[in-house]
């Protein structure tokens, strides 16, 4: 198991082909996927075909970034996922999308907090990132929390772009961003606290 990073709650990790039970049990949460996918649950075969090959083919190609298993570090259970990486279809590694997607049993620990926190440090201080930025519909209110807790702030909201009818999706989609200079200064604000 190769373990990208370590938090006091969680260990982020690589999937592996193993992984393809963990990620079809969270994506078949409708609560979960409700602001994805409108609650439909992802198919079995297209984790097991398309998206375990895609997350484990870009370990090689990014270093430390990519989508990373989050277990939990007490008992192990694999509890969801978090992403760093670049946009789709970019080779920008200066512009990282940070994601999360956590089973409904963490929901309101702090967890998405703390995996994004430990994941935007390490970007700032460790791969060379210059800005972090994440997206959510304008109506999930608590993505939108945890990129604020994050130190994230609203960019911009545009309209909803998915092909599913999602409830919401008349108010669009929101990003939310943090450069290295803002985050450097929040860290010494906050060690000065």
Same mark, same amino acid.
């Given at each position: ?13 690589? &999937? ?7 990620? =079809?049990?969270?994506?078949?949460? $409708?609560?979960?996927? @409700? ?5 439909? $649950?992802? $198919?079995?075969?297209?984790? %097991?075909?398309?998206?375990? $090959? ?6 090689? @190609? ?15 259970? +694999?509890?969801?996922? &978090?992403? +760093?990486?670049?946009? &789709? ?14 089973? @409904?049993?963490?929901?309101? %620990?702090?967890?998405? =907090? ?9 970007? +700032? ?7 972090? &930025? ?21 960019? @911009?909201? =545009? ?35």
């Amino acid at each position: 198991m190769h373990i990208i990073l370590e938090t006091p709650r969680l260990t982020l990790r690589q &999937f592996t082909e193993d992984d393809v039970d963990n990620l =079809t049990d969270l994506d078949s949460d $409708p609560e979960v996927m @409700r602001y994805l996918t409108g609650g439909r $649950p992802i $198919p079995r075969a297209e984790i %097991q075909d398309l998206a375990i $090959p895609s997350i484990v083919g870009a370990y090689e @190609r990014l270093d430390r970034l990519g989508t990373w298993a989050a277990d939990s570090s007490a008992t192990g259970e +694999f509890l969801g996922w &978090f992403h +760093f990486r670049p946009d &789709f279809g970019s080779t920008d590694l200066t512009n990282i999308e940070l994601g999360y997607r956590l089973h @409904r049993s963490t929901w309101n %620990q702090g967890l998405a =907090t703390e995996g994004s926190r430990a994941l935007i440090s390490l970007g +700032f201080t460790d791969l060379g990132v210059e800005r972090v &930025f994440a997206l959510t519909m304008a109506v999930n209110s608590a993505s939108r929390r945890v990129m604020e807790k994050c130190g994230l702030t609203l960019v @911009r909201t =545009t309209p909803y772009k998915g092909g599913d009818p999602i409830e919401g999706a008349e108010h669009g989609e929101v990003e939310y961003a943090l450069t290295k200079p803002e985050w450097e200064a929040r860290m010494a604000r906050d060690a000065g606290d």
